[in-house]
């Protein structure tokens, strides 16, 4: 995405705020970390499990509020090939949740046609360090 785009965004939802989603298991809420532990085992696959819940659940709460996600490659790529594909999964449900966003909001503007909507984006750094429109 350009940084156009993102500024649109930024000016559309009155918040210059990109929310950094960083793959710590620390930083995941108890109750999501024993609810992965119990499914998937405390090891390797539990806790990326749990970061990938934690990063559903910021993802569902932010999407009105911020203009962008970006998940902090670094973190991801420090777990090994786990670690890239909770990456993976969290930008494609990042960008599949905007696109919910956007449906549901196109749908309250037939009404509100002069009100503008802000839409979420991803910042895959996987995908050359660009912005991903969504």
């Known amino acids: 995405m350009s940084f156009d785009v993102l500024q649109d965004k930024i000016r559309a939802m009155k918040n ?8 710590r298991i620390d930083y995941v809420p108890e109750h ?3 609810a992965a532990f119990a499914e998937h085992g405390t ?7 749990a970061i990938y819940q934690f990063n559903v659940g910021l993802i569902d709460a932010l999407c009105d509020i911020v203009p962008a996600v970006k998940p902090q490659s670094a973190y991801y790529e420090n777990l090994g ?11 494609r449900y990042a960008k599949a949740r905007a696109v919910r966003h956007r449906r549901h909001q196109a749908g ?8 503008l909507r802000g839409r979420l984006a991803v910042r895959g750094e996987d995908r050359g360090g660009d912005l991903q429109d969504l």
Do not use: K, S, Y
């Open 32 to 34: 999501i970390r024993q």
């Open 16 to 23: 210059p705020t990109v929310a950094g989603l960083d793959a």
């Open 81 to 91: 090939w786990r670690g890239m594909e909770m990456l993976e999964r969290t930008i």
């Open 43 to 49: 090891g390797l696959e539990g806790a990326c499990e």
């Open 108 to 115: 309250r503007h037939r009404f509100h046609r002069l009100r």
